[in-house]
């Protein structure tokens, strides 16, 4: 019985002795191949060259571009109930009203921003397909014999 419990000593020190070495030759090339998260430092990594970033220039204004005036944000709000389709035509896109349909943010309400540089637009409002003045724009002027509403963007 003795040598039972003798000879299952010596095997089970045999494979930990097994285990264990291979067990701590991964554990030393784990350590060294990751031996710079515990302490990095930048003199580890050295530059192969040194890059030289030329001093900024101002740029010259071309001539043959004009300058773009800035640009304001103008609002088109229309309170209208039982609209299908709101558009907006003017002199800012060429009379197109397919060229800025409002949307509809509420039951009543339809809405759109428009970017459009400072001054005076003539448009009119397109309600279900017939033209009409802004209900909610007082302003008004008459262009090619038409009345149509007048905004005014500073």
Known sequence: MIERKALLLILAAVAFALVSVPSVLFNNAINKYFSFVG????????PSRTAIIPPARARAERPDIPPQPELRFAKFSITIAGAKEVMIAG???????EGLVLVKK????WEAIVPLPPGRYRY???IDGQDLLDPMNPDTEFEAGRKVSVLTVK
């Open 106 to 109: 509420s039951a009543k309400t």
């Open 124 to 126: 009119l409002c397109r």
């Open 91 to 97: 002199d800012f896109n060429k009379w197109n009203p």
């Open 39 to 46: 302490h990095w430092s930048v003199a580890n990594i050295k």
